[in-house]
């Protein structure tokens, strides 16, 4: 009696294991899209070539206290404050139980100051019947740095230097052009202009 106990505790055992195991698989692919990416950019996910730079991605992006509950809990409920640039998404295949496919998507914000910024919808569904905590997170330097790896400008797309968007320095640099160059001919024609002899 206590043998078969015993067998039938292992199985159960062995069971739980293995759906925890399926459930611990991550992103089987990501499509990130948004200004200057065209069509997108597509990662591999977990377990394929080249899939531990999405690993490393979602990770600085705080995809995992974004879906799962974590203790301490990082996820802000209110958006970070300053300017947050351009929006970029970035979708996660999130396979789940029984053929089961959810998709999860984060909204990514590179070049916030005076950090990278990014924001999941709570409540979104994954492996099947989880529903992601969701909520604001603000990353570090290097999601930046992550995301130009995998095709993201470095600077900010339509961007700015400064605070000051490129088309007003491009007017700026053209007026004080302007002004040296009414100064030189204004200088030039005063020499030219003889000086009346006094009588």
Same mark, same amino acid.
């Given at each position: 009696?206590?043998?078969?106990?015993?067998?039938?505790?292992? /199985?159960?055992?062995?069971?739980?294991?293995?759906?925890?195991?399926?459930?611990?698989? &991550?992103?089987?692919?990501?499509?990130?899209?948004?200004?200057?990416?065209?069509? !997108?950019?597509?990662?591999?996910?977990?377990?394929?070539? &080249?899939?531990?730079?999405?690993?490393?991605?979602?990770?600085?992006?705080?995809?995992?206290?974004?879906?799962?509950?974590?203790?301490?809990?990082?996820?802000?409920?209110?958006?970070?404050?300053?300017?947050? !640039?351009?929006? #970029?998404?970035?979708? #996660?295949?999130?396979?789940?139980?029984?053929?089961?496919?959810?998709?999860?998507?984060?909204?990514?914000?590179?070049?916030?100051?005076?950090?990278?910024?990014?924001?999941?919808?709570? &409540?979104?569904? #994954?492996?099947?019947?989880?529903?992601?905590?969701?909520?604001?997170?603000?990353?570090?330097?290097?999601?930046?740095?992550?995301? @130009?790896? @995998?095709?993201?400008?470095?600077?900010?797309?339509? !961007?700015?230097?400064?605070? @000051?968007?490129?088309?007003? /320095?491009?007017?700026?640099?053209? !007026?004080?052009?302007?002004?040296?160059?009414?100064?030189?001919?204004? @200088?030039?024609?005063?020499?030219?202009?003889?000086?009346? /002899?006094?009588?």
């Amino acid at each position: 009696m206590r043998r078969i106990t015993f067998l039938l505790l292992a /199985l159960a055992v062995a069971a739980l294991l293995g759906s925890s195991a399926a459930l611990a698989k &991550g992103a089987s692919e990501a499509t990130i899209t948004g200004p200057g990416l065209g069509d !997108g950019i597509t990662l591999a996910g977990e377990g394929q070539s &080249g899939g531990d730079r999405l690993v490393r991605l979602a990770e600085h992006a705080g995809f995992f206290p974004a879906v799962f509950v974590t203790t301490p809990n990082s996820m802000l409920s209110r958006r970070p404050t300053g300017n947050l !640039g351009p929006r #970029y998404t970035i979708e #996660y295949t999130m396979p789940g139980p029984n053929g089961v496919v959810n998709r999860l998507r984060q909204d990514l914000y590179p070049y916030a100051s005076p950090l990278p910024v990014t924001f999941m919808e709570p &409540g979104q569904a #994954y492996f099947g019947t989880e529903k992601a905590v969701g909520g604001w997170f603000v990353a570090s330097h290097v999601l930046k740095d992550e995301l @130009v790896a @995998v095709g993201l400008s470095q600077a900010e797309p339509g !961007g700015s230097a400064g605070g @000051v968007s490129l088309p007003w /320095l491009a007017l700026g640099a053209l !007026g004080v052009a302007t002004g040296v160059a009414v100064g030189v001919l204004l @200088v030039a024609r005063r020499r030219a202009t003889p000086t009346p /002899l006094a009588s």
